[in-house]
């Protein structure tokens, strides 16, 4: 730490003033260091992205401090605000195929536990020994989950630098972390994607769990839609023929 303060100690000093004390500069450095120290016990900055069916990213939100969790990242992003205000031009409410008496239901974005449930976001039902028709639906959820996990794998077998530690200042890291991105969109192609996934499973199966870090208080408003999709996906119009062998 001494090595590290000596470079960039002057740019961290701070005056003292007549109300208080400034922070010494090793102190500010390490309540700087923790912030990105997360729970898998390494140093890290956060991306948090948006993506549509075709593993591209739609909205990317990048730079928070490891600590932070998925759900805290997302709350405070644009995206997550514009969500919440409704200001985002998000298609209307409709009907799921064939399954007008379910009512109209609004166009989601897919989670896992670590987001909250809310009425344009869905997470999977907490906990173990679920009745058939909630472990369907999680199921179901974790299908179509599997998209941004892959497109993040499919970045991360592109861009090798992902595979180590980044010897870069976290802001640098940031911009490094958006340019992958938007290369990735720009030279993702169908052709490509088939090698790019079996890396990304391979590394998948190396990378740690996410924990359950959203809590589990939700609006009726969301549990009611989430409980129309459940319903869909164990009705003949919204279920699939091998759902029942996965759970």
Not at 45 to 55: K, M, N, W
Request: hydrophobic share 40%; charged share 20%.
């Amino acid at each position: 730490m001494d090595e590290l303060l000596s470079i960039i100690g002057p740019e961290i000093t701070r005056q003292n003033t007549n109300y208080r004390s400034a922070i010494e500069p090793k102190q500010r450095l390490a309540v700087g260091l923790s912030q990105y120290f997360n729970y898998k016990k390494t140093f890290s900055i956060v991306l948090l992205a948006l993506v549509d069916a075709d593993y591209r990213f739609r909205c990317i939100q990048v730079g928070d401090f490891g600590r932070t969790s998925d759900g805290g990242v997302y709350a405070g992003s644009d995206l997550g605000m514009e969500m919440e205000g409704n200001t985002l031009h998000v298609p209307p409410s409709t009907a799921l195929p064939g399954a007008a008496h379910l009512g109209n239901v609004p166009h989601v974005m897919v989670g896992d536990a670590a987001f909250p449930l809310k009425p344009y976001l869905m997470r999977p039902y907490p906990g173990q020994n679920l009745i058939h028709r909630k472990s369907i639906f999680n199921y179901r959820l974790s299908r179509a989950r599997m998209v941004v996990e892959n497109a993040f794998g499919i970045l991360a077998s592109r861009w090798r630098i992902f595979h180590r530690r980044i010897n870069l200042h976290p802001k640098n890291v940031d911009t490094l972390v958006v340019a992958a991105c938007i290369l990735h969109n720009f030279l993702l192609a169908p052709t490509e994607n088939v090698q790019l996934l079996e890396e990304a499973s391979e590394l998948g199966r190396r990378m740690a769990p996410v924990r359950n870090m959203g809590g589990n208080r939700a609006s009726r408003e969301a549990c009611a839609i989430r409980e129309s999709f459940a319903t869909f996906f164990n009705s003949p119009e919204g279920s699939v023929s091998w759902q029942d062998r996965m759970i």
